[in-house]
C-alpha cells in the first residue's frame, strides 16, 4: 500500500537509543529524559506523528548476544528488552495524556532474501486516523534464511516516512547533526558530500552501525523519494518541540538528495 487516507502532513520522528538509554549499562532508562520528551511531543501537538525509538541499553547488548549464539532464547530477550523501553515511552506518552500504541515490529515485519518486508500500514494508518501516535522501536525480527536479524529504528523511519509520504522526518541524537574534520555541524548534507566525507557524529557504533550507516540511509531517502530529513540533538530540552514546530533555529544536518 502506498495510499493513504490521512488528513492533513505526516511527521516522522525517532528518538535515538542514546538519548532515552544509558548505553552504558544494560536495561537502563533515561525516565527524565523520555518525560522531557513525551511532553515536548503534547506541546508541540503535530496532527499526524510516526513515532519510532532506538534500542539503546535495551537492546544492543542482547542483541551482540544472539548475533554470537543464534540461540532463539537470546532473541527472545533481545525483543523483551526492547518492548520494555517501548512501554516506558508509550506509558510516558499516555501519561501526558496522549493517545500513543506500541507497534512491535517482530509481530508484522520480516526479512526475506535479505529484503525487510513491512507488513505495518494498517496499523499505522488506523491508529493515526484516530489521532494516536503509533510507537515503533528497532527489534529483532524473523528471517526466512537464518533465524533472526535485526531492522534498525532508521530504517523503520525510512520505511514509514516513504509509505506515508513524510512531510518532516526528523532523527533525534545524542550530538547536534554530522560534524566534519574540524568539529563543525554540516547545516546540510548531500550524496555528493557523504561520498567524500569522512563521516563522524555520535560516539555509539553498535549492531546496526554508527552515524555513516544513518546517513547513508536518509541520503537515499532524499535521494530516490525527495523526503529530506534532518538529523539533531534530542537530549537537548526543546529540540523536539523545535523540529515538531519547523523552528528555523532548531541546529541539525539537513540530509537531502
Ligand atoms: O537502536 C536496534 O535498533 P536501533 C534494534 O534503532 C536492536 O539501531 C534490537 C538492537
Not at 499526524?48 to 537470546?74: C, M, T
Request: glycine share 10%.
Amino acid at each position: 500500500m502506498n495510499k493513504h487516507s490521512i488528513a492533513g502532513e505526516i511527521y516522522v520522528l525517532k528518538i535515538g537509543g542514546s538519548v532515552l538509554t544509558d548505553k552504558g549499562e544494560i536495561r537502563k532508562a533515561r525516565k527524565a529524559t523520555i518525560k522531557r520528551i513525551s511532553k515536548e511531543i503534547v506541546q508541540a501537538a503535530p496532527k499526524n506523528l510516526i513515532l519510532v525509538h532506538g534500542a539503546g541499553s535495551f537492546g544492543h547488548p542482547q542483541a551482540k548476544v544472539y548475533l554470537k549464539s543464534r540461540e532463539l532464547k537470546d532473541a527472545l530477550i533481545t525483543h523483551e528488552a526492547v518492548k520494555e523501553l517501548n512501554w516506558l515511552v508509550v506509558s510516558a506518552l499516555t501519561d501526558c495524556g496522549q493517545k500513543a500504541i506500541p507497534l512491535h515490529p517482530l509481530s508484522a515485519v520480516v526479512s526475506k532474501g535479505g529484503k525487510i518486508v513491512y507488513k505495518l500500514n494498517d496499523q499505522i494508518e488506523l491508529a493515526l486516523k484516530q489521532g494516536i501516535i503509533p510507537v515503533l522501536h528497532g527489534d529483532i525480527i524473523l528471517d526466512d534464511e537464518d533465524g533472526f536479524c535485526i531492522v534498525s529504528g532508521d530504517q523503520l523511519v525510512v520505511y514509514a516516512a516513504k509509505e506515508f509520504k513524510a512531510s518532516r522526518v526528523g532523527l533525534g541524537t545524542d550530538v547536534d547533526g554530522v560534524f566534519d574534520d574540524s568539529g563543525v555541524v554540516i547545516r546540510n548534507l548531500t550524496l555528493q558530500d557523504v561520498e567524500k566525507q569522512n563521516i563522524k557524529g555520535s560516539e555509539h557504533v553498535d549492531v546496526t552501525g554508527g552515524m555513516k550507516e544513518k546517513v547513508e540511509l536518509l541520503v537515499q531517502l532524499a535521494a530516490r523519494y525527495k523526503i529530506r530529513a534532518v538529523l539533531f540533538n534530542a537530549a537537548e530540552e526543546s529540540n523536539v518541540v523545535k523540529f515538531l514546530r519547523g523552528d528555523d533555529d532548531l541546529v541539525g544536518t539537513v540530509v537531502t538528495g
